[in-house]
């Protein structure tokens, strides 16, 4: 039974004007009351929160069939990067396939496609060989810390991950993604008069600064690496003040997990320059909150399988490639499950006023996602 568009566009339409952005707790309760009331419907399954740490905000299980020998995980966030103060908040439809709108791509609109899907491989006489889980969590967009442990408890219990987080704009789907990191870096110098001369002031900027410019640097030294210095803070508006304190914040993203170390050594080799001088004390803190989704065989295997859905369906071509952002599907490979992910909606514009999706998408995604389970139920996809 084939999903039909206006239902999907409606909800979609539902869930997106609700605003759940990763800090409005309020909007987050809201929305996820209305995945609950939604995924409740389906037949058979059983839905309960559960909590993160260090949120209140709350995570959805939806479960089918726990013991059923071949497991899948279904995967999404439900939280945006548009907070309840943004003023994009409502979605438009700019014309009869397309859908603008908050989250519409990432990832309310692969939550409406996993939905659909579910909804379609649960009508259509399902077999008993095949459970599945669905979690859904509050927080991917501020790095999933409340969540992964709730997604790493989950990947262990399962065989494959399926992540709906968007495909590309031209409808590949995501083959492997950077790992990424957040790092703060924290200059201290000595505070004085900007008139003394001789100086004893250390000015902490200034050596920020040249740290700054050299890690501006780094992924022209390290082939894979990205580096984003995003925001900077430091001094004050009294100018003849040598300021003591600056601070930056940085987004490091790394292709390979052994990719790490290397960037670590030569930020940690950038921080000791400083540190030689008198006066001057730089460090460095921070970690890598998501590892390297790698490519691997079951991920391989699994993927020649959903092509070959895409195919029997009729629908356009796709291949895969290698994304610099993260998401779960990041976390669901460090706890060891194989995942395929970008299996939500063909949409662009992520995180701006502009995300829209290509609504046929919402139908041809979910006939996608329901026929791989079907073929995963008859035993034809390796590994499950
Ligand atoms: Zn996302």
């Avoid at 501006?216 to 803070?233: C, D, F, S, Y």
């Avoid at 071509?317 to 970008?342: I, K, T």
Wanted: aromatic share 6%; with cysteine; proline share 5%.
């Amino acid at each position: 039974m084939a999903p039909e568009l206006p239902l999907l566009r409606d909800r979609l339409i539902r869930w997106a004007n609700q605003n759940s952005g990763s800090d409005n707790l309020t909007g987050l309760a809201a929305m996820l009351g209305l995945l609950e009331a939604d995924f409740a419907a389906l037949p058979g399954v059983t839905v309960v929160r559960a909590a993160c740490v260090h949120t209140t905000a709350q995570a959805l299980r939806v479960s089918y069939r726990p013991e059923a020998p071949r497991q899948v995980l279904l995967c999404g966030h439900y939280d945006t990067v548009y907070g309840a103060g943004h003023s994009f908040q409502h979605c438009e439809l700019v014309n009869d396939q397309t859908l603008r709108g908050p989250g519409v791509a990432d990832m309310k609109g692969g939550l409406v496609v996993m939905l659909a899907a579910l909804s379609a491989y649960l009508a259509a006489s399902p077999s008993d060989t095949l459970g599945f889980e669905v979690l859904l969590t509050p927080d991917e967009e501020t790095g999933s810390f409340g969540s992964a442990g709730l997604l790493a408890e989950s990947a262990r219990r399962h065989q494959l991950g399926l992540v709906f987080e968007p495909a590309r704009p031209n409808g590949n789907l995501v083959q492997s993604r950077k790992g990424t990191g957040n790092f703060t870096v924290t200059c201290r110098g000595r505070a004085g008069h900007a008139a003394k001369t001789p100086s004893d002031a250390r000015n902490a900027i200034a050596a920020l600064a040249e740290f700054l410019v050299a890690a501006h640097r780094l992924p022209a030294e390290l082939p894979g690496t990205l580096l984003n210095i995003g925001l900077v803070r430091g001094g004050s508006e009294a100018t003849n003040v040598v300021p003591d304190f600056a601070q930056a914040l940085l987004d490091v993203r790394v292709t390979r997990a052994a990719d790490r170390e290397p960037v670590l050594a030569r930020l940690a080799e950038l921080a000791a320059a400083i540190n030689t001088r008198e006066g001057l004390k730089l460090e460095l803190t921070g970690s890598f909150n998501r590892p390297p989704k790698e490519c691997g065989p079951a991920e391989e295997a699994a993927f020649a399988v959903y092509q070959a859905c895409g195919r029997e369906l009729g629908l356009a071509p796709f291949s895969w490639v290698h994304a610099g952002g993260g998401s779960d599907g990041n976390l669901l490979s460090a706890a060891g499950l194989p995942n395929l992910d970008g299996l939500g909606v063909i949409g662009d514009h992520l995180h701006s006023d502009r995300e829209f999706c290509a609504l046929p998408s919402l139908v041809e995604r979910a006939q996608l996602a329901a026929r791989f389970l079907q073929t995963i139920a008859a035993g034809k996809v390796a590994g499950v």
